[in-house]
Every structure is written in structure tokens, then in C-alpha cells.
């Protein structure tokens, strides 16, 4: 017995997650991004350090592929803020029975794209295989909303499509090789698509949502890092709307150096034509965007991606709207 | 009944440790959430579909290696020369885990099933080889002898005589191919998306859905306690009372 109980002790310690020691209150202001140009201000404000500055050199920028785990990381206290797709933000705050995160501030509206090989129609891509970037991301969820309200399954059979989920580089090489019909999916990827395999663009998202914006990248927070150091996420969210406004007086000069950043990240930065054509679909918005992350939220929900839930405690813009007033 | 006692005691400290545990309850689900979960995998058919999908895989893959890993067994156990040039390799290769196939399957057959099937395959070959070489090499000489004075070649020697000889050490053989080729089919399948279980589990995590990813996991334990119990507990028990070792068991 004495054994037994010994042993569920020891499991319970090595399973305990989310229950790690504080963290003190002095310390680095821990920031997710991903080396994306929907993540410009990210990339820009942490290499050239306006981000840092504004935190009094207290940052530590945490770099990440997809948006499941850096929500992971915000979930579970290793992260305290981040640069993410509306997608998984969305799916993070009700998974964690809406406890989780605070959207504090929007990023990017805008920038994706169905790009196909020669579909003239939604009903032309019935039977085949469409790449998206990762499951119940913020493109996956559009790529089967919108298959869905054009009457086709996400499942695949001959009524439907079978949407496939792939890291960005694989749907390119994958389209390119004929094994896609096509793939929604973020840019600069849609640009790629177009110029280096030949893709049409056949939906641009911005035609779907009522004057054209909707959130792709925005900024969370934890809620402990809202409450205990507000201070800290008001000095991020003053570097981000002076970023983010940055990029809209100079789109072109702000696409340069992201595209520079992206460039030190990836190894390989895009070609100008790619880049220009890309940053012509997306536009830098620090408005949170409340309505659309609702209906965002409806799709995921309709999906089964996320657990039903009120949408409406998702966004706390006290801090955004203090910031933008001075 | 005791089994079922401890089975329930269990269950009801995984959901009392879920409920009052200090980490939150959709990291850490109870049984509960998990079933549920399960029940609704089930009813909208993802269930299913990745099962029967994986098992269509295992089925295939697990069938290549024993075509070839028993051949193969057999070939190391009897012929000197092919003892000492294929057996140090198998041995060597033995120790590498399936996973690390997977980037050269990847770039050798892309994100296709033949992917996959390698994977498999390369993951159990070696377990199945190994397994029917032991067992080829402990056959009772005496066995051997007499048939070599009997005068029985070729293939009614191989058929009639060594292969029934030592096929309770090629069933055990056979058993650890299949522990190996499950393994190396989830790995296979959380690497890249193509159906399947391991492609449930994955969609679970990156849902952040923790009940689904348990519930996956339930089902693959499920799964391969079945097949265990029923296919090779069958087999294993029948070859036994062919070869008479039931009863000298129970002498």
C-alpha cells in the first residue's frame, strides 16, 4: 500500500504540468514570434531593438515554427507573450476553458491565398488534394469553411476534398510536383506559389470578410503576466503600435528590413518581386479586430477544432487603446 | 473480480487527480473526458477510419517483413557464408531505432505511403530475422541428424523437417516483429499526415486537445493488447499443443 501510494506521488510530481515556480517579476519579458513576414513587426522590432528598449533591455525573444507550440509554451508558463496566428490563439483560449491567454492587440490583417494549378471553381477541386499549413490553423480553418459553404466535405471522397496539412516548404514542393491541386496558405507562400510553381491565385481571403480585414497575426498575452506585470506589457504594446506604424507610413522600407531578418532566420531571403507581391496582400493593424476573431472562432468552433464557448472575454484592449491614446 | 477492482480503483484515482490536482484539468483529462472523447472520434467516423487505415499499413508492411526476415533467418542460421556477411550488419542495424529511417524513406519515396511501408518494414525485418535465425539454430540436432540419415533434402528437409522444428522460437520471433513494426508505424505516422492513428494523435496535440491525444493512446494500447491476446496467444498456444509442449508444460 505504502508502495503504491509512494508511487502515485512520484507520477503525480513527473505529471505535473502547469504548475511550475513563479517566475520573479524582474524578469526577461518572455516574447514568441515566428520567422514569418506576417510576423514583420516581430522580426524588425526584435533585430533592431525596439522591442528590447522599450522593456528597458528586459526581453527574450523565443523563436518558433507553428502556432500549436508556441501556444503550448503560453499555456503552460513558459512563454508571456506572443506573435501568433489567429487560428491557434483562438483554439488555445477555449482549450484552456478561456483561462489561458488575452488577445491584447492585433498584428497583420490579410495575406492568404487558395492558390490552385488550374481549378476555375471550388466544384473543380472536388476529388483532390489540397495542401493547408498546419492543422486548425488560421488558413486550414478558411480552407474548410469555405469548402463547406461551397457544399464540399474536408474529408476527401469524391464529394470532397481531402485538405492536407503541411509545413509551408512541403505544400510549395508538393504543389510543384503535381501532388496538390492546390493549397491555402499564408504569405509570403501564396507569392511563391505564384512565381515559383506556376499557381493561380483563386481566392484571396480579403474577399470573404466585410471590408477585406481579418485578423492572420495578432499579439497575446498571458493573463498572469496582464496582471502582474502590466507595466511590462504596456512597454511591448507601445514598441508594437510604433512598429506597426512604422510599417504603414513605409510598407515598403519595413517589408526590406523584415525581409532582411527573415532572411538571418531562414537563411534565404525573398526575392524582391516575391516579397513586393506578397506585402501587397497584407496589411500591419494593431486593432485587435473583436468581431472577426469571433467569427473566427464560430468557424473553428463549427469544425470541432475548438470546445463551444462565449468568444466575447477573448480580447482586453485597456492597455492598446491607453497607449494609442498618448 | 480483483482485476476489476484494481481496474476501477485506478480509473477513479485518474479522475480524482484530474479533478483535484493542482494543473489544470484540460492538460491533465480524466478518464471521463477521455472516453468521451473516444466515444466522439467514434461516432463521426475519425475513429475508424485511422484505424482501419493503420492496420491496412501494419498488415502490409508486417507481411513484407516476415516474407523477407524469415527467408532471411533461415539463410543466416544455415549458410556459414551468409552468417558472415549479412549477420553483423543485421546485428548493427538492429540497433538502430526505426525512426531514424524516416528522413532517407522521405527522401527516397517522398510523403507517400512506400514511405511509410519502409519504415515499417526496416523496423521489423531485422527483429523477425534475428528471431528466425535463433530459433533455425536451436533446433534438437538429433532432429537434424535423423533426417539427414533418412535422406530428406531440399525443400522437404526446409518445410517438413527444420521450419516445423523451430517455429515456437520463429512465433516469439515473429511476436517482437510486430511489437516493432507498431512502434515504428506510429512513429512513421506522427512524422508526416496520412490518416492513421499516429495522424490522430497529432491532430490532438496541435488542437491542444489532451483528451483526444489520450484517448488515441488508449486505442493503440487497446489495439495491440487485442492482437496480442487474440492472434498470437492462439497461434502460440495451437503450435504448442501441436509440438506437445502444453503437456509437458503442465507435467
Same mark, same amino acid.
Given at each position: 500500500?505504502? =508502495? $503504491?501510494?509512494?508511487?502515485?506521488?512520484?507520477?503525480?510530481?513527473?505529471?505535473?504540468?502547469?504548475?511550475?515556480?513563479?517566475?520573479?517579476?524582474?524578469?526577461?519579458?518572455?516574447?514568441?514570434?515566428?520567422?514569418?513576414?506576417?510576423?514583420?513587426?516581430?522580426?524588425?522590432?526584435?533585430?533592431?531593438?525596439?522591442?528590447?528598449?522599450?522593456?528597458?533591455?528586459?526581453?527574450?525573444?523565443?523563436?518558433?515554427?507553428?502556432?500549436?507550440?508556441?501556444?503550448?509554451?503560453?499555456?503552460?508558463?513558459?512563454?508571456?507573450?506572443?506573435?501568433?496566428?489567429?487560428?491557434?490563439?483562438?483554439?488555445?483560449?477555449?482549450?484552456?476553458?478561456?483561462?489561458?491567454?488575452?488577445?491584447?492587440?492585433? =498584428?497583420?490583417?490579410?495575406?492568404?491565398?487558395?492558390?490552385?494549378?488550374?481549378?476555375?471553381?471550388?466544384?473543380?477541386? =472536388?476529388?483532390?488534394?489540397?495542401?493547408?499549413?498546419?492543422?486548425?490553423?488560421?488558413?486550414?480553418? *478558411?480552407?474548410?469553411? #469555405?469548402?463547406?459553404?461551397?457544399?464540399?466535405?474536408?474529408?476527401?471522397?469524391?464529394?470532397?476534398?481531402?485538405?492536407?496539412? %503541411?509545413?509551408?516548404?512541403?505544400?510549395?514542393?508538393?504543389?510543384?510536383?503535381?501532388? %496538390? *491541386?492546390?493549397?491555402?496558405?499564408?504569405?509570403? #507562400?501564396?507569392?511563391?506559389?505564384?512565381?515559383?510553381?506556376?499557381?493561380?491565385?483563386?481566392?484571396?481571403?480579403?474577399?470573404?470578410?466585410?471590408?477585406?480585414?481579418?485578423?492572420?497575426?495578432? %499579439?497575446?498575452?498571458?493573463?498572469? $503576466?496582464?496582471?502582474?506585470?502590466?507595466?511590462?506589457? =504596456?512597454?511591448?504594446?507601445?514598441?508594437?503600435?510604433?512598429?506597426?506604424?512604422? #510599417?504603414?507610413?513605409?510598407?515598403?522600407?519595413?517589408?526590406?528590413? $523584415?525581409?532582411?531578418?527573415?532572411?538571418?532566420?531562414?537563411?534565404?531571403?525573398?526575392?524582391?518581386?516575391?516579397?513586393?507581391?506578397?506585402?501587397?496582400?497584407?496589411?500591419? %493593424?494593431?486593432?485587435?479586430?473583436?468581431?472577426?476573431?469571433?467569427?473566427?472562432?464560430?468557424?473553428?468552433?463549427?469544425?470541432?477544432? *475548438?470546445?463551444?464557448?462565449?468568444?466575447?472575454?477573448?480580447?482586453?484592449?485597456?492597455?492598446?487603446?491607453?497607449?494609442?491614446?498618448? | 473480480?480483483?482485476?476489476?477492482?484494481?481496474?476501477?480503483? !485506478?480509473?477513479?484515482?485518474?479522475?480524482?487527480?484530474? +479533478?483535484?490536482?493542482?494543473?489544470?484539468?484540460?492538460?491533465?483529462?480524466?478518464?471521463?473526458?477521455?472516453?468521451?472523447?473516444?466515444?466522439?472520434?467514434?461516432?463521426?467516423?475519425?475513429?475508424?477510419?485511422?484505424?482501419? +487505415?493503420?492496420?491496412?499499413?501494419?498488415?502490409?508492411?508486417?507481411?513484407?517483413?516476415?516474407?523477407?526476415?524469415?527467408?532471411?533467418?533461415?539463410?543466416?542460421?544455415?549458410?556459414?557464408?551468409?552468417?558472415?556477411?549479412?549477420?553483423?550488419?543485421?546485428?548493427?542495424?538492429?540497433?538502430?531505432?526505426?525512426?531514424?529511417?524516416?528522413?532517407?524513406?522521405?527522401?527516397?519515396?517522398?510523403?507517400?505511403?512506400?514511405?511509410?511501408? @519502409?519504415?515499417?518494414?526496416?523496423?521489423?525485418?531485422?527483429?523477425?530475422?534475428?528471431?528466425?535465425?535463433?530459433?533455425?539454430?536451436?533446433?534438437?540436432?538429433?532432429?537434424?541428424?535423423?533426417?539427414?540419415?533418412?535422406?530428406? +533434402?531440399?525443400?522437404? @528437409?526446409?518445410?517438413?523437417?527444420?521450419?516445423?522444428?523451430?517455429?515456437? !522460437?520463429?512465433?516469439?520471433?515473429?511476436?517482437?516483429?510486430?511489437?516493432?513494426?507498431?512502434?515504428?508505424?506510429?512513429?512513421?505516422?506522427?512524422?508526416?499526415?496520412?490518416? !492513421?492513428?499516429?495522424?490522430?494523435?497529432?491532430?490532438?496535440?496541435?488542437?491542444?486537445?489532451?483528451?483526444?491525444?489520450?484517448?488515441?493512446?488508449?486505442?493503440?494500447?487497446?489495439?495491440?493488447?487485442?492482437?496480442?491476446?487474440?492472434?498470437?496467444?492462439?497461434?502460440?498456444?495451437?503450435?504448442?499443443? +501441436?509440438?506437445?509442449?502444453?503437456?509437458?508444460?503442465?507435467?
Amino acid at each position: 500500500m505504502r =508502495a $503504491a501510494t509512494v508511487a502515485l506521488a512520484v507520477l503525480a510530481a513527473a505529471l505535473a504540468p502547469g504548475c511550475r515556480e513563479e517566475p520573479p517579476a524582474d524578469r526577461p519579458l518572455r516574447l514568441g514570434y515566428f520567422p514569418n513576414i506576417t510576423h514583420g513587426q516581430a522580426l524588425v522590432g526584435v533585430d533592431d531593438g525596439t522591442i528590447a528598449r522599450e522593456l528597458g533591455g528586459k526581453l527574450d525573444p523565443k523563436m518558433f515554427n507553428a502556432g500549436p507550440s508556441a501556444m503550448e509554451a503560453l499555456l503552460v508558463g513558459d512563454l508571456d507573450a506572443s506573435y501568433v496566428g489567429a487560428g491557434p490563439a483562438v483554439i488555445a483560449y477555449f482549450r484552456s476553458e478561456r483561462a489561458g491567454l488575452r488577445v491584447v492587440a492585433g =498584428a497583420v490583417s490579410g495575406g492568404a491565398v487558395l492558390v490552385v494549378r488550374d481549378a476555375r471553381s471550388a466544384q473543380d477541386l =472536388a476529388g483532390k488534394r489540397v495542401g493547408s499549413p498546419q492543422l486548425g490553423n488560421t488558413q486550414d480553418v *478558411a480552407l474548410r469553411t #469555405w469548402l463547406r459553404a461551397h457544399g464540399l466535405s474536408d474529408r476527401g471522397g469524391p464529394r470532397g476534398v481531402e485538405v492536407t496539412p %503541411l509545413t509551408n516548404a512541403d505544400n510549395l514542393a508538393m504543389f510543384r510536383r503535381g501532388d %496538390l *491541386a492546390g493549397a491555402w496558405v499564408p504569405e509570403p #507562400w501564396g507569392a511563391r506559389l505564384v512565381a515559383e510553381a506556376g499557381g493561380r491565385i483563386l481566392v484571396d481571403e480579403r474577399s470573404l470578410w466585410e471590408g477585406g480585414r481579418f485578423p492572420t497575426t495578432i %499579439l497575446v498575452v498571458s493573463p498572469r $503576466a496582464l496582471e502582474r506585470r502590466p507595466a511590462d506589457v =504596456a512597454a511591448l504594446l507601445r514598441a508594437h503600435v510604433a512598429l506597426t506604424r512604422r #510599417w504603414q507610413a513605409d510598407p515598403e522600407g519595413f517589408g526590406r528590413l $523584415a525581409n532582411e531578418a527573415y532572411g538571418r532566420r531562414t537563411g534565404k531571403p525573398l526575392k524582391d518581386a516575391v516579397l513586393r507581391d506578397a506585402l501587397s496582400r497584407l496589411e500591419p %493593424l494593431d486593432d485587435p479586430m473583436p468581431a472577426q476573431l469571433a467569427r473566427l472562432a464560430q468557424h473553428a468552433q463549427a469544425l470541432g477544432f *475548438a470546445p463551444p464557448g462565449d468568444p466575447s472575454g477573448m480580447v482586453d484592449a485597456t492597455i492598446l487603446r491607453e497607449v494609442a491614446r498618448r | 473480480m480483483k482485476g476489476a477492482a484494481l481496474l476501477a480503483g !485506478g480509473l477513479l484515482t485518474w479522475e480524482l487527480l484530474s +479533478r483535484l490536482g493542482p494543473w489544470p484539468r484540460w492538460l491533465f483529462p480524466g478518464p471521463a473526458a477521455v472516453a468521451s472523447s473516444l466515444v466522439a472520434m467514434g461516432a463521426d467516423g475519425r475513429l475508424g477510419a485511422a484505424v482501419l +487505415r493503420s492496420l491496412g499499413r501494419l498488415a502490409q508492411g508486417y507481411s513484407l517483413s516476415v516474407a523477407i526476415g524469415v527467408p532471411l533467418g533461415v539463410a543466416t542460421a544455415r549458410s556459414a557464408l551468409v552468417r558472415t556477411a549479412v549477420r553483423p550488419v543485421v546485428l548493427g542495424m538492429q540497433a538502430l531505432p526505426s525512426i531514424c529511417w524516416l528522413p532517407l524513406a522521405i527522401l527516397w519515396f517522398g510523403l507517400s505511403e512506400a514511405a511509410i511501408l @519502409f519504415v515499417v518494414v526496416m523496423g521489423s525485418l531485422l527483429a523477425v530475422a534475428i528471431g528466425t535465425e535463433d530459433a533455425v539454430s536451436s533446433v534438437d540436432p538429433i532432429l537434424l541428424r535423423a533426417a539427414g540419415t533418412l535422406g530428406i +533434402r531440399g525443400p522437404r @528437409f526446409y518445410y517438413g523437417v527444420l521450419l516445423p522444428g523451430a517455429l515456437p !522460437g520463429v512465433l516469439t520471433g515473429l511476436k517482437l516483429g510486430w511489437s516493432f513494426a507498431w512502434r515504428a508505424l506510429m512513429a512513421g505516422e506522427l512524422l508526416f499526415v496520412a490518416g !492513421g492513428l499516429g495522424q490522430l494523435l497529432q491532430a490532438g496535440r496541435e488542437l491542444l486537445d489532451a483528451a483526444q491525444v489520450m484517448g488515441v493512446m488508449v486505442a493503440i494500447v487497446a489495439i495491440g493488447m487485442t492482437v496480442d491476446r487474440v492472434l498470437f496467444r492462439v497461434l502460440e498456444l495451437r503450435v504448442r499443443r +501441436r509440438w506437445g509442449l502444453v503437456e509437458a508444460a503442465a507435467a
